[in-house]
């Protein structure tokens, strides 16, 4: 079952010309049009399907710095202090609370991961800080288990995915945009080897610039402008609980455990360190590209082979654009929850925290995360296509981190002084294979 997301009532004309087109109405996407539009730049966001639909509604809610890369940490900030003010930016109820985050330790080895994690933090000044075990009742009360440490940022926050995107892109469209649903771009076009406008399956839009923000499709659409994107898909499995009392009001971890209170009162429950990866097609293309990260993400990962072999295998992976395209195809991603993994998570919950123990399955869902080899987006311009960026690739910290990186998408369209330093998030880096130096 999918989660239920605000609806967003598409524009009723398509223009035939704009400066900006965004592709995707993602987290990612619908933050790049609203900080175009607050530039007065004129914008255009193509969804294929609906606003936020896909993993922008399905993560856990989590809007945090906390253990970030030291490359996502800058963009990890802007996006907090974005968030902080985004009901006010969007006039509209986004879930944002800043009840802060506890990553949960229950050896001496996690402690001292996130000691060596602190150390790499500490030029930024953050408020993350150990607790010692008698710190951490006052902090998240009601646990059973006698934990070792934890770390604990009490400035990270959470909000609610249902509603967050949406209330973006209606707060785009009042300053200017055009939010277009149900409207696939099947690819772009150029003129003198810059781009020159899109190809919908409803028409073309003249343009100068485009944003691909397309999440778990970037790979797919970029190959067809025969760009390569190391770029795979990852499930996540998450359920929502019926309002529940007794249950802390802080964001915490555990290793095979996480929870997040929602605004109804209900938690988002999931299993920490266990997303399942199918086996794919691409798996074997991309095999190299991330064969020197496997050695560290390899037990966070569940592979298995099914019918996504084949699904995947079927797509065609070029098309004309006067061609009906996988895009329109299949509108949503909407795959099926591991069951056996989220029923690991309601039983390690509830032996950490009793009060976890009485709670009632509302929902459940998959979602498809975008990852790439070294977990870092990609926020860059791509230099063999002037007019032609990206914003994708957030290996599933899009969410928490969305706001900052549409604001720098934003930013890098207009040619203005980038609201962080985008190096780390340059396209690149998979052209040159810098990226494997510095990880």
Not at 308 to 313: A, S, V
Request: with cysteine; glycine share 10%.
């Amino acid at each position: 079952m999918a989660p239920r997301v605000d609806p967003v009532t598409s524009s009723e004309t398509v223009p035939h010309k704009t400066s900006v087109v965004v592709i995707g109405g993602g987290i990612v996407g619908v933050s790049t049009a609203l900080f175009l539009a607050e530039k007065g730049i004129p914008v255009v966001l193509c969804e294929k399907g609906r606003i936020g639909a896909e993993q922008s509604s399905r993560n856990w809610g989590w809007t945090r710095v906390m253990g970030r890369d030291p490359k996502e940490i800058p963009l990890g900030m802007e996006s907090l202090k974005l968030w902080r003010r985004m009901n006010d930016i969007t006039g509209a109820e986004t879930g944002f609370r800043q009840a802060g985050i506890v990553y949960l330790c229950e050896t001496r080895a996690e402690v001292e991961k996130y000691e060596e994690w602190l150390e790499h933090a500490r030029p930024f000044q953050l408020d993350s800080r150990l607790l010692a075990p008698g710190e951490i009742d006052r902090v998240l009360p009601g646990s059973a288990v006698p934990w070792a440490g934890a770390l604990h940022t009490p400035s990270d926050g959470r909000a609610e995915p249902t509603k967050a995107a949406p209330a973006i892109a209606e707060a785009a469209r009042r300053l200017g945009a055009t939010i277009l649903t149900g409207c696939a771009v099947r690819g772009v076009e150029t003129k003198a080897g810059h781009i020159s406008g899109v190809v919908t399956e409803t028409g073309r839009i003249d343009c100068d610039s485009v944003v691909l923000a397309g999440g778990a499709w970037s790979r797919l659409f970029c190959g067809n402008m025969n760009l390569h994107l190391p770029q795979l898909k990852v499930l996540g499995s998450v359920l929502r609980t019926q309002p529940l009392d007794g249950a802390p009001e802080t964001t915490a971890g555990g290793g095979n455990f996480a929870f997040r209170k929602r605004l109804d009162g209900g938690y988002t429950v999931a299993r920490r360190n266990a997303s399942t990866s199918d086996i794919t097609p691409d798996s074997f293309r991309l095999f190299f590209d991330f064969l020197p990260n496997l050695r560290t993400s390899w037990r966070e990962l569940r592979l298995r082979i099914g019918s996504r072999f084949l699904e995947e295998w079927r797509i065609p992976r070029s098309w004309s654009l006067d061609q009906t395209t996988p895009f329109e195809q299949v509108r949503v991603l909407d795959p099926m929850p591991v069951e056996k993994t989220l029923a690991e998570a309601r039983e390690n919950l509830g032996r950490a925290f009793p009060a976890f123990r009485q709670m009632q399955i509302a929902e459940s869902w998959g979602g498809l995360i975008d990852v790439t080899p070294d977990a870092v987006p990609v926020i860059s311009p791509v230099a063999t296509l002037p007019g032609f960026f990206l914003a994708t690739g957030f290996s599933g910290h899009g969410f928490g981190i969305g706001p900052g990186a549409g604001k720098l998408a934003a930013d890098l369209v207009a040619g203005d002084t980038p609201a962080v330093d985008p190096h780390p998030y340059r396209y690149a880096r998979f052209v040159d294979g810098s990226w494997k130096k510095a990880s």
